[in-house]
C-alpha cells in the first residue's frame, strides 16, 4: 500500500515537473524566433546605413542607372531592379490569378469528394517542386517555346520566370481561396437555391463576396511570394540591369541582384558589398508591406458565421 502510495506521489511530482517545464520550452522556442527576425532587421539596417554613407539616397531610389561593377564611375540605383522585380510579379500574378481562382471555385462549388481528394494534392504537388527546376524549365522549355511565337524576344527576358513564376505560386492561390470559400456555411448556398439561384449565381453572388477577404488575402501572399522569388529569375531573367517597361528584353530582379553580387568578387567594406544590404532592406520592407497588408485585409474584411 505504501509502494503504491509512494509511486502516485512520484507521478504527480514528475507530472508537475513536466507542467513547469513545458511552457519554459515552449517560450524557449518562441523567443528563437523573435531573436532571429530582430538580429536579421539590425543586421540590414546597419550595413545599410553604411552603405548610404557612401552613396546617396536620392540617387539610389530616384536614378535609373545601374553600373555598381564599372571602374571609372560605378552608378547605384534600385530603380531597374525594382522594374525588373514588378514586371515579373505582375506577369506572375495575371497568371496565377485565374487559374487559381477558378480552380479553387470548381474544388469548392463544383467538383465532388472523389475529384477533389485526387486533384487538390495533384495541384499542390507543384508547391513541392524546387525553384531552381522551375528556374531551368523557363530557360530550357518556355523560352525557346515563347520565341517561336514572339521572334524578338531574348534568350533572358522578364515573360518566361514571370509565366512560370504565376505557375510555381498557383497552389498557394487555389489552397488558400478554396479553404476560405469552404468557409463559408453551406446554409447560404441552400438559402440562395430555394430562392431560385442558380449554381453560378450562387458561386460568384454569395460565396466569393463571403470569402472575398480570404481569396483577396490568397492573392496577396502570392504576390510577396513572387516578389521573394529568386532562383527562377536569376536562371530565366538575365542580369541586364535596364531601365525598361519591354518584357522581351533581358532584366535583373533585387533577388538576383543579390545573387550575383554575393557569388562574385565583391569585397567587404566596399559599396558594392553594402548595395547588397541596401537592396535586401528593400526587398524586406516590400514583403513586409504585403504581408501587413494581407492580414489586414482578413481582418478587415473577414466574416464570422
Known sequence: MQDIIKNKKQSKNALRIVEKTIPVLLFAAAFVSVITTVGIVFTLIGETIMFFREVSFFEFYSGTVLRPLSPVDPQFSILPLIMGTLMTTLIAVLVAVPIGLT??????????????????????????????????????FVTPVLRDVIPGLSATNALSPGIVMGIMIIPLVASLSEDAMNSVPNSMREGAMALGATQLEVTFRVVIPAAISGIIASFVLGISRAIGETMIVTIASGSSKNFTFDIT???????????????????????IYYSIYAVAMTLFVFTLTMNMLARYISKRFREVY
Open 103 to 140: 480552380t479553387a471555385i470548381y474544388l469548392s462549388e463544383y467538383a465532388s469528394k472523389r475529384a477533389r481528394k485526387v486533384l487538390k494534392p495533384m495541384i499542390e504537388v507543384l508547391a513541392g517542386i524546387p525553384t531552381i527546376v522551375y528556374g531551368f524549365f523557363a530557360f530550357t
Open 249 to 271: 528584353q533581358s532584366m535583373q530582379t533585387m533577388t538576383a541582384y543579390i545573387v550575383e553580387v554575393t557569388s562574385g568578387d565583391a569585397a567587404a567594406g566596399t559599396p
